[in-house]
């Protein structure tokens, strides 16, 4: 018998092996193992094993093959599919596969990726304009360009279609996972949004549960939306917010900044001139908010001097496994030093300051972003995790009291607090500069006690050791040289 030709082939795979179940006749079109090729990856498989293969997917959703593309010469066909099941629900894929064949049989099959729907054809449109809200992610690795595609258009951007993604991990996120996405379309897209930065559920279990305590991932969502659309403060633009019902899964996608400005460094500190921008960002959001009355019914806020009993109890613990860690590695008075501010932590809350704004709570430098402009460096708030109502010296302590190294800080503490305490009067000439510095020096405890604390979310490593290392120092410095301890 005549061997028959790539395209005979193919219209017997499709029409007779699929569209009519016809399995057994795989004997006489495929090769005896027939090799797949896959991104990635070899499968040889035998007859046997494709029969048993088109059986098992037949009998489960009697899919239907037609070409849309049929492309052949002596050795290899091409096959552009779509194809729709008969069974059950309607599912639509869409793919491309090429098939070579030797003696009569094919030998060889290369798959693309197969992606749902049908290959579009002229009249349709590049993107649906209706498309369903993105559904909720449990790790970056289900980023896909259609999730991508899906923000984009419920964040009320226009977009060409998204075709391929690069998504690569950044910073040292403590209790979420953040990566950076960079988008290419199929079309122009000079004007689109060509990258984004998304925080998602950290893969750390202790951090999920920390962060689940807490209530961090509803309250960082929540203050985008708080903020608005136009933020009194520089911060990025936040795409599409989503929290998991249990509160331990987020989903936050943000405009990325990260080709236009630089991470601060936590270890290394930074420069007085960085910290006044710092600084002057926190003064707009302070005065912005203050007063503000959405904050008497913003259950989301963190709340810090609720926490008092279960912060002792948590600090305590966090005291002594921050010594158990650090023994040996820290100057023991620092340590000492640690385990006093803890032991007093009940007189600490109650005297938090009670103040009637909004304040970021976590303002450490590596939460902030540096643009370097002409008129010099320009901060960017990032990391809302632990927003609250307070007093605005409590941002400004947490801020100084961990970001710059001890020397410089002490330079320029008290000129911030007064500059900072000017930005306030225009909003409520009440407030005196008494006031202000009495509210930063009772606000630097909660500095130490944060960085305590967080060494039960992060584990081991050179990084975070010299992290938490570096945090306390500055931050005992701060609470001597204020006289607080």
Known sequence: MAHRSPRELIELYWDEVWNNRRADLIREICADPIIRHDPGSVTALSVDDQIARVRQQSEKMEPYFTHEVLLADDTYVTSVWNMHTRKGERVELCGIEVFKAVDGKFTDCWNSAYTPGRWGREGDTAVPDDLPPPALLASPDQITPQWVQAVLQHAGIAAPRVSLLNTKPIGHGNLSATVRTEITYNANAADAVRSVVAKLTSGIG????????????????????????????????????????????????????????????????????????????????????????????????????????????????????????????????????????????????????????????????????????????????????????????????????????????????????????????????????????????????????????????????????????????????????????
């Open 206 to 485: 202790q951090a999920v549960e920390i962060a689940a305590a807490h209530d961090v991932y509803r309250r960082e969502c929540e203050v985008y939306g708080f903020l608005g659309d136009q933020p009194p403060l520089a911060t990025p633009r936040c795409y599409w917010r989503k929290v998991g019902p249990d509160g331990r899964t987020i989903n936050l996608v943000l405009e990325d900044l990260s080709e236009c400005t630089r991470a601060g460094d936590q270890i290394a500190g930074c420069t007085a001139q960085e910290a006044e921008a710092v600084a002057a960002q926190l003064a707009s959001l302070h005065a912005a908010f203050w007063g503000d009355a959405r904050l008497d019914s913003a259950d989301w806020l963190y709340n810090r001097a609720a926490s008092a009993e279960a912060a002792l109890a948590t600090n305590t613990r966090a005291a002594a496994a921050f010594r158990e860690r650090f023994t040996g590695r820290a100057d023991s008075a620092l340590l000492d030093a640690i385990d006093t501010v803890v032991a007093d932590l009940p007189r600490h809350f109650a005297a938090i300051p009670h103040g009637r704004t909004l304040v970021h709570g976590e303002p450490r430098v590596d939460n902030v972003l540096f643009e370097d402009t002409a008129s010099g460096p320009k901060a960017w708030l990032i990391d809302w995790q632990f927003a609250d109502r307070g007093s605005p010296m409590f941002d400004l302590a947490y801020f100084l009291a961990g970001s710059l190294a001890v020397e410089d800080r002490r330079e320029i503490d008290e000129v911030l607090v007064a500059r900072n305490h000017a930005a306030i009067t225009p909003v409520d000439p009440a407030y005196t500069l008494d006031q202000a510095r009495a509210e930063f020096a009772g606000s630097l405890p909660l500095a130490l006690y944060f960085t305590v604390g967080a060494v039960l979310a992060m584990p081991p490593s050179e990084h975070g050791d010299r992290l938490l290392l570096t945090l306390a120092e500055r931050n005992v410095a701060a609470l001597r040289d204020w006289g607080v301890v």
